[in-house]
């Protein structure tokens, strides 16, 4: 594709709700990353891919968080039993040449 | 882990005006620093990086400097215009595995 696609856009949930946000990268591009963003702060990184092997998840909060991608293209990461802290804009980018290109987000809202 | 401190966190110019932003590191191994430009509602977006080999990189009216000795780096844009105004964040990267970000300058730039 064009360039790094997430959904859904937006996620209102409630409390407790598991939710699952996906993440398209570019074609081609081997390394996938996971960043968690909140309001004026910068992107926090939780995990990234080299194709379909996790090889750091040593930024996921807790054990609600995880992430898989299984083909080695699309993503997903889940949260399970979300809580109000977990609301932030959650970005996928995927990597070429060390360069981070950001799909648009997921902004999660946990009520 | 890697820590990269950001400063200032707001800053304000006159059109026309120079504008300087500072960021500290504290992996001596990084070795990749790039810098994104993030517009209200919008993605992060690189404008501009450098590797440790390279003192000093300049493109149009941005340019960034590199200390490694003291592990710091900064941000210069001459000529600032109104849509510079955006949020920057400097990064740091250790050998292509994850990118770490400061927390980010809200720059303003007043016609």
């Known amino acids: 594709g064009a360039g790094v696609s997430q959904s859904p856009r937006y996620k209102v949930t409630k409390r407790g709700q598991d939710v699952a946000l996906r993440c398209d990268p570019i074609s081609g591009h081997v390394s996938l990353y996971w960043y968690r963003q909140a309001l004026g702060q910068g992107p926090e990184f939780l995990t990234y891919?080299?194709?379909?092997?996790?090889?750091?998840k040593s930024g996921l909060p807790n054990d609600r968080f995880s992430a898989e991608r299984p083909e080695g293209s699309i993503s997903t990461l889940t949260i399970q039993r979300t809580e109000q802290r977990d609301s932030a804009m959650y970005r996928c980018?995927?990597?070429?040449?060390?360069?981070?290109?950001f799909g648009s987000g997921t902004q999660l809202s946990v009520l | 882990g890697e820590n990269v401190e950001q400063h200032p966190s707001t800053l304000s110019v006159q059109e026309g005006d120079s504008a300087v932003i500072k960021c500290t590191y504290s992996d001596s191994a990084s070795n990749y620093f790039p810098w994104y430009k993030q517009e209200l509602g919008k993605r992060p977006q690189l404008i501009i990086d450098i590797r440790s080999n390279v003192g000093e990189k300049k493109d149009q009216r941005i340019a960034v400097t590199l200390n490694k000795t003291a592990k710091h780096f900064s941000l210069h844009i001459t000529e600032t215009q109104p849509e510079d105004s955006a949020v920057y964040f400097c990064?740091?990267?250790?050998?292509?595995?994850?990118?770490?970000f400061g927390a980010g300058t809200r720059l303003f730039v007043k016609a």
């Open positions: 980018a995927s990597i070429r040449s060390e360069k981070l290109f």
């Open positions: 990064a740091a990267n250790t050998g292509g595995f994850k990118t770490i």
């Open positions: 891919f080299n194709y379909e092997a996790q090889q750091d």
